[in-house]
Nanobody
Framework: QVQLVESGGGSVQAGGSLRLSCAAS????????MGWFRQAPGKEREGVAA????????YYGDSVKGRFTISQDNAKNTVYLQMNSLKPEDTAMYYC??????????????????WGQGTQVTVSP
C-alpha cells in the first residue's frame, strides 16, 4: 500500500525558509515521478515542483522558480521541498504526490495518482 506522509510545515515570516519532507512507503520513491502541489483557500490546486525518477529532470511552477528546490534522498525514501524567500502568497496547504510513471512531463495534478494528507504553510507579512 502506497503512503505519502508530509511534514515540516509551519508558520514563518516573509523572507524566511521552511523545508517540507515527504516520506514514502509501499514503493521506492526514486523509481517514480514525485511532485509537490499546494492549494490555498478558494483557489485551485497549483503545481509547485516535481522530480523525475532518479532526479534527472526537475520541474517548477513559475511562481516558485528560483526560490524553491525539490530533491530526494533515496536512502530515506523521502522527497524534500526547500522553500526560501517565502512570501505571504505562498501560504497554502502543501501536498506531496506521486505518479505511477518514472517521468513527470508536467505539474498537472490529475496525472498524479497517490497523494499525502498535506501540511500547512503559513507566511505572515
Amino acid at each position: 500500500q502506497v503512503q505519502l506522509v508530509e511534514s515540516g510545515g509551519g508558520s514563518v515570516q516573509a523572507g524566511g525558509s521552511l523545508r517540507l519532507s515527504c516520506a514514502a512507503s509501499g514503493y521506492t520513491a526514486s523509481s517514480k515521478c514525485m511532485g509537490w502541489f499546494r492549494q490555498a483557500p478558494g483557489k485551485e490546486r497549483e503545481g509547485v515542483a516535481a522530480i523525475s525518477a532518479g532526479g534527472g529532470f526537475l520541474y517548477y511552477g513559475d511562481s516558485v522558480k528560483g526560490r524553491f528546490t525539490i530533491s530526494q534522498d533515496n536512502a530515506k525514501n523521502t522527497v524534500y521541498l526547500q522553500m526560501n524567500s517565502l512570501k505571504p502568497e505562498d501560504t497554502a496547504m502543501y501536498y506531496c504526490a506521486a505518479r505511477t510513471s518514472r517521468f513527470c512531463y508536467s505539474l498537472v495534478s490529475t496525472t498524479y495518482t497517490y497523494w499525502g494528507q498535506g501540511t500547512q504553510v503559513t507566511v505572515s507579512p
